[in-house]
């Protein structure tokens, strides 16, 4: 699979994403730490008692982050792999994957900092129209088999 440069220029937006993804967990689990706000009564008694067993707004706010990470990335996961291996045209792929990835850390940027609106819900409008677009090229490229 990886000898079709559709599929591993998905592979290379993929995984990007991916580590994005991991970079927010590692910010949350660092903010936890730095605010002493933890999710788990076992966590908190390690780090200084009960006390400490609490939620915190930049803790959430970054949990939340991740949170929508993890519902939109999802799902281009399978569209991506999926509409990969209808054989599209790998400029047209490309930039499919390229916005999304970079409406993506717009998003993050714009959640964690809380940038003015219409930032975050632009990105994330604008990032779903690739979702969309390989959805539908890939329902039309099945519609022969249904």
């Known amino acids: 699979m990886l000898r079709s440069d559709v599929f591993s220029c998905f592979v290379f937006y993929a995984v990007l994403l991916i ?8 910010i ?13 009564p076992e966590d908190a008694l ?3 008692g009960l006390e400490f067993f609490r939620e915190d707004p930049d803790v959430e706010r970054c949990r939340r982050a991740h949170l929508n990470d993890m519902e939109n990335i999802l799902p281009f996961l399978f569209l991506g792999a ?7 045209s790998l400029p047209v792929a490309r930039l499919h994957f390229l ?3 970079l409406c993506r850390v717009l998003h993050s940027v714009a959640y964690l900092f809380a940038l003015t609106p219409p930032t975050r819900s632009v990105a994330y409008v604008i990032g779903q ?7 539908l090229q890939v329902l039309v490229a099945v519609i022969p088999y249904a």
């Open 129 to 135: 129209v690739p979702c969309v677009s390989m959805a």
């Open 19 to 26: 580590m994005k993804m991991y970079v927010l967990a590692i």
């Open 82 to 88: 999926v509409y990969s291996l209808i054989g599209p």
């Open 46 to 48: 390690r780090h200084g």
């Open 99 to 101: 916005v999304f990835l």
């Open 28 to 40: 949350t689990g660092q903010l936890r730490l730095r605010k002493k706000a933890f999710a788990n």
